[in-house]
């Protein structure tokens, strides 16, 4: 298999550390340059338990679907090796011979219960335990998990793991034996590290072709549209199995052997769960003269809790439901039928397995790393005063674990919960001030957008008013901003420009957006130039524009901002002076505080422009 059975999405990652506590072989690392973890493949035992720890989905394991869709379509006969575990996730399922027939509904040529491999795998293991002379004693292989513990992290032991296939593996021999060399083996189990266990059978007779996982199986169920409710009963292809259907109940397995299982007269000890599995090798390895026991192991806890079913826990419940599932399946059981099966296959050389060396090292002077540990350990102490809580949060046992794996460079101080809560407190009281300051902040906010909307609306109809105040009045007038682009104008200032400035009005009403400097005498220009660079109130200046004399008067209404330009045709019979200072006094003693309102909320150009206006009066007087 090129792709690995563990798979990891960085981007869904939260660096809860959740899979770090979850694996009890710390083959979950973090570096120094990084906060996000990464899995070392040659450390990992591919148990699955960090897929189900990690609540934001950022694990999974390899999908092989495709794979056995290929297989079904190749035109190859397949046969499916189903574990007996099936009646503690398939309970929505009522008769299990129509699970069977949906199964082949898949393409499937044979569909075979994995209990006769049991069974087969359980005469090796009585064989090897009772006639036994040496004073060996073994450790049950069947669990791939196991054997991966032994090779890696305990490679002493390997002597002592049973040297017999695992249970699929059994049951591939025989098949091949039955049906053929050529025959394609899938197996149907609740076990991510069968996934990676068939690197170990990838050829000869027991070799396994492909593995999915319930979770798979209800996944290609779902896809094909196969239910109960439109499919017929088919029983299991034989080899029937016997007792074998227990192996999902860890004591199972050591049932099937039919040994003595009492505590005075048994000489197995069996064992399931993570934690006590590695505590109980670890004792066997210490006190193997002592204990004088074999040891029947499985990494979770028995094989209804593995990773691959849809659901866990409910433990006792399927251990009921498995129970009452063989019940079942041994009514009119043919056990002379049975014995000469076994009796048959169970000789095969082919059960015979090998097991390798696959110790991880860790990479460094062990001197070294303990002297830097010893560092690493007072840090990690420090906040709590010295204290080595050994909480195990971090996913470690103990302090100086999480020291040591810092030190070989695996981990990172801030994994330490409890120092990460003494630095949270101050950070926590500091939020909520400033969560506090923030609120009030959100509050005064509120209030100025709503003075804000009052001023713009205010503006908008001060605008408004203006615009209608610049085009009733009869003297040109134009207003233009900082780049001598006009803002507005009135019609007596397009009438002053003459022929081509209303042309151009027909278009673009009042010339705005226009370039004033194509539009006025380039010395009106300059002084318009001036004006704006220098803090001066207005000019006036006389200029000819199309034949006719101008007087003009240049202001800043807003500073930097707005300016304006009156123009007066002094050739103009109209153009009276008391007219025009009628018409201004009127505005002024009418709209004065309207004016002053735009000065207000357009800057501080209101005063100006109130004494400009009292300037033209008293030029026109």
């Known amino acids: ?353 090998l097991f390798t060396d696959k110790k991880y090292a860790m990479t460094g002077s062990d001197d070294v790393q303990v002297l830097i540990m010893k560092r690493i350990l007072q840090k990690i102490t420090e906040p709590k005063k010295g204290i080595e809580l050994n909480c195990g949060a971090c996913g470690y046992d103990t302090c100086r674990g999480l020291a040591l794996a810092v030190a070989q460079g695996i981990a990172i101080p801030e994994m330490c919960v409890p120092n990460s809560q003494i630095g949270s407190r101050d950070a926590v009281i500091n939020m909520r001030r400033n969560t506090e300051d923030l609120e009030k902040a959100q509050e005064k906010l509120k209030d100025l957008e709503k003075e804000t909307n009052v001023l713009s609306t205010r503006a908008n109809s001060l605008k408004s008013a203006f615009t209608i105040f610049i085009r009733n009045l009869s003297t040109g007038i134009v207003l233009t901003n900082p780049e001598l682009k006009v803002v507005d104008s009135n019609q007596g200032f397009v009438d002053i420009l003459g022929e081509d400035a209303m042309d151009v009005h027909d278009v673009i009403p009042f010339l705005i957006g226009a370039d004033i400097k194509t539009l006025i005498p380039t010395s009106l220009v300059a002084q318009l130039n001036y004006l704006m660079q220098h803090d001066e109130d207005k000019f006036v200046k006389d200029v000819e524009i199309n034949d006719k004399l101008i007087n003009c008067t240049l202001f800043q209404l807003i500073p930097n901002q707005l300016y304006g330009i009156i123009m007066r045709n002094l050739h103009s019979k109209e153009e009276r002076p008391e007219e025009i200072m009628n018409r201004i006094n009127d505005v002024i003693e009418e709209n004065l505080r309207q004016v002053q309102q735009i000065g207000f909320i357009l800057g501080e150009g209101a005063a100006k422009t109130e004494k400009m206006l009292n300037t033209i009066v008293e030029t026109y007087k």
């Open 1 to 353: 298999m090129n792709n690995s059975v563990i798979q990891w999405n960085s981007g869904k990652c939260k660096t809860c550390y959740s899979c770090i506590r979850a694996c009890k072989v710390k083959a979950i690392h973090v570096k120094n340059n990084s906060v996000f973890p990464y899995f070392e493949e040659d450390q990992c035992i591919h148990c699955g338990h960090c897929i189900a720890s990690c609540a934001y989905h950022a694990i999974s394991y390899f999908d092989s679907k495709e794979q056995v869709k290929a297989m079904l379509n190749s035109g190859s006969k397949v046969a499916a090796v189903c574990a007996p575990s099936i009646a503690g996730e398939f309970v929505d399922i009522t008769d299990y011979r129509k699970f069977v027939k949906m199964i082949r509904y898949l393409g499937f040529s044979y569909v075979n219960e994995m209990s006769f491999g049991v069974d087969i795998v359980a005469a090796k293991y009585r064989e090897l335990t009772t006639q036994n002379t040496s004073g060996k004693f073994y450790i049950s292989s069947h669990c791939p998990c196991i054997v991966e513990l032994v090779e890696k992290t305990f490679p002493d032991l390997i002597p002592n793991l049973l040297p017999v296939v695992s249970p699929a593996a059994a049951m591939a021999v025989i098949l091949r034996k039955l049906h053929g060399k050529n025959l394609k083996i899938v197996q149907i189990t609740p076990c991510v590290a069968a996934k990676n266990g068939i690197e170990r059978y990838n050829k000869g007779m027991n070799k396994i072709d492909a593995v999915i996982t319930f979770k798979e199986l209800r996944d290609l169920f779902e896809e094909f549209k196969i239910k109960e409710a439109f499919t017929e009963s088919s029983e299991f292809d034989t080899p029937f199995g016997y007792k074998g259907g227990l192996y999902p109940v860890a004591q199972g397995f050591v049932e099937a052997t039919n040994l003595d299982i009492t505590i005075l007269k048994g000489n197995t000890q069996t064992v399931e769960g993570s934690h006590n599995a590695i505590d109980a090798i670890n004792q066997f390895k210490e006190y193997h003269d002592t204990i004088r026991s074999n040891m029947n192991i499985f990494y979770c806890e028995g094989c209804i809790s593995g990773p691959g079913m849809s659901q866990t826990g409910n433990k006792y419940l399927k251990q009921t439901l498995t129970k009452d599932y063989v019940k079942k399946r041994l009514v009119n059981f043919e056990l002379d039928c049975w014995h000469g099966e076994i009796m048959q296959h169970v000789r095969y050389k082919e059960l015979d397995a």
